[in-house]
């Protein structure tokens, strides 16, 4: 282990989604305020090898990085907040973990030992909670252990932490996150349930350095002497995280109770400079009071669960604070929306965003979306799917090609406006096979997306199987939509335009996995910008 970095592991008790995720980041942003190189790392106990193959409705959206790794939402937070990439190495799974074990096994690494989960799998989790240490460009990672304490699952994540609690001791600290429940009954707040929680860790070998304490309502002072004693932590590491209005005051509300400070001297580190959260505070200070506010309707196949498209609507929040503006989200289901209802649906709509997405399920409402969007000139936003869809419906209504398709769900079209690349069709394995991670892209100069990035080359991350066929640009051009983007190697088209339309732009890659609060991406705010625009027209 390289000397220098210092590692906390945040685990959780008594129930999932208490938003580790967000106090792992609301913290490191905070140790980076200080000066320290922070990143953040997510272990997660299920078998997957990673969540590219993962239904949305399982754990949300899945998160690509410039890399091209599949990762879990929470790396989406981390880089919104800390504006920093993270890579394969911050998000490893059980399966990984397993996976790597059974390949030395094959080749013989293990000498003729009998493989077992200690010390064989513990070594391999340590291994990855410290590669990123190797790097040797932070001085702090924070690594999250997904699940909960007390789940079969994470047993050997816990196992792996005692034992680097044990070997390191001055390097490292494990803050624990709990509920403290309130019972209106007995108009109370409870502390059991967080005894009861850091007694599970205790049994695991495991005394937690600090306690995040969620809570509804104000943490007393006799509380958190209760907790203290109860949980053998001091009284200043006793936290309150309290439901905050947005994910964004969290760093602020972790700041006043001192979190960062409280880290910083267990793990016996010294404040670097005064913290400065400035940019971080005019962030909120313009979120909470926007000057004006636009509608945008986002047509997508699993607006029921939000998380599916979080770093859509996390863009969103950000690209609004760069206009000054509200932005209302109308989650509008792909599959509801016919040619019957589709006035009535997206009436009083400033832009149209359509989803990214896999397979048939709701696609021909996003085809009606486009169409509504393109002929009533509403800005339009097409990812992925959402622009694959754009081309669909411009070959079929102003090309004149009724059956034209992605390969995807009409192998058949006589127009494959959108068909699969050469290298993808030997493929069969759907793990982590797809074109995926960062390419660069040369814009066509003063088209939208090169005066939104005011820059003609950009590079932006991917996660698809299917392209633009290239055999119809020329008619596509002809007829209006240009490609402004296209891969500089393989001539690849990324963007597509409306020249003859106030803002319609369609982009094969993901631009929401790029936003964060330091740089609200481009695409985004001009989606926004147009949006405004539309409205006030
Ligand atoms: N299903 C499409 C493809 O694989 C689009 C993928 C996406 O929207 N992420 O090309």
New binding site residues.
């Given amino acids: 282990m390289s000397n220098s970095t210092k590692y906390v592991f945040v685990t959780g008790g008594v129930t999932s989604s208490l938003g580790k995720g967000i106090i792992s980041a609301s913290l490191a942003k905070l140790l980076q305020a200080r000066g320290y190189s922070t990143t953040i790392q997510k272990l997660d106990p299920y078998i997957n090898i990673d969540p590219g193959t993962l239904n949305p409705y399982e754990h949300g959206e899945c998160f690509v990085t410039d890399d091209g790794a599949e990762t879990d939402l929470d790396l989406g937070h981390y880089e919104r907040f800390l504006n920093v990439p993270t890579s394969q190495a911050n998000n490893v799974t059980t399966g990984r973990i397993y996976q790597a074990v059974i390949e030395k096994e094959r080749r013989g690494e293990f000498l003729g030992k009998t493989v077992q989960v200690i010390p064989h799998i513990t070594d391999e989790i340590k291994d990855r909670i410290q590669l990123l240490a190797k790097k040797g460009t932070y001085d702090i990672v924070i690594t999250e252990i997904g699940g909960t304490v007390g789940d079969i699952e994470s047993l050997p994540y816990v196992e792996a932490v005692r034992q680097m609690l044990w070997e390191y001791e001055n390097d490292c600290i494990v803050i624990h996150l709990t509920l403290v429940p309130y019972l209106a009954a007995a108009g109370e707040l409870k502390t059991k349930p967080t005894q009861h929680s850091v007694k599970q860790l205790l049994e695991l070998g495991v005394q937690p350095d600090i306690l995040c304490c969620r809570t509804e309502h104000e943490l007393d002072l006799n509380l958190r002497q209760k907790i203290a004693k109860f949980c053998n932590v001091n009284i200043n590491a006793v936290i309150e995280s309290r439901d905050a209005e947005t994910i964004y005051d969290v760093p602020l509300l972790m700041q006043a109770e001192e979190l960062d400070k409280v880290v910083l001297e267990k793990l016996g580190l010294s404040s670097k400079s005064t913290p400065n959260l400035d940019i971080w505070k005019r962030f909120i200070e313009r979120l909470k009071n926007p000057k004006t506010e636009v509608n945008i309707g986002l047509v997508g196949k699993y607006v029921e669960l939000k998380d599916a498209y979080k770093s859509i609507s996390e863009s969103f929040i950000h690209a609004g604070v760069a206009n000054e503006a509200r932005v209302n989200v109308k989650w509008i289901h792909s599959e509801k929306l016919t040619a019957a209802n589709i006035e009535e649906e997206l009436a009083g709509l400033d832009g149209i965003l359509v989803?990214?997405?896999?397979?048939s399920r709701g696609i021909s409402g996003k085809i009606e979306a486009v169409r509504y969007a393109r002929e009533k000139k509403v800005p339009f936003f097409g990812?992925?799917?959402?622009m694959?869809c754009a081309v669909i419906e411009f070959a079929r209504h102003v090309l004149g090609y009724p059956d034209a398709h992605?390969t995807?769900i009409a192998e058949d079209s006589t127009h494959p406006v959108?068909s699969m690349m050469e290298e993808q069709k030997a493929i069969s394995n759907m793990g982590g096979t797809?074109?995926l991670g960062a390419f660069k892209c040369q814009l066509k100069p003063e088209s939208k997306s090169a005066l939104a990035y005011n820059s003609d080359r950009i590079t932006e991350r991917h996660?698809?199987?299917?392209?633009f066929n290239s055999a119809y640009t020329k008619e596509f051009e002809n007829a209006g939509m240009i490609a402004t983007g296209k891969n500089p190697e393989t001539g690849l088209i990324e963007v597509v335009e409306i020249e003859d339309h106030p803002w319609f732009v369609g982009a094969?890659f993901?631009p929401e996995y790029k936003s964060t609060v330091a740089t609200p991406h481009p695409l985004f705010v001009a989606f926004i910008k147009a949006a405004i625009t539309h409205k006030t027209n």
Avoid at 463 to 467: L, P, S
Wanted: aromatic share 10%; hydrophobic share 30%; with cysteine.
């Fill in positions: 989803a990214p997405g896999f397979g990812i992925c799917l959402g694959q992605t995807e959108i797809m074109r996660r698809h199987r299917f392209e094969q993901h």
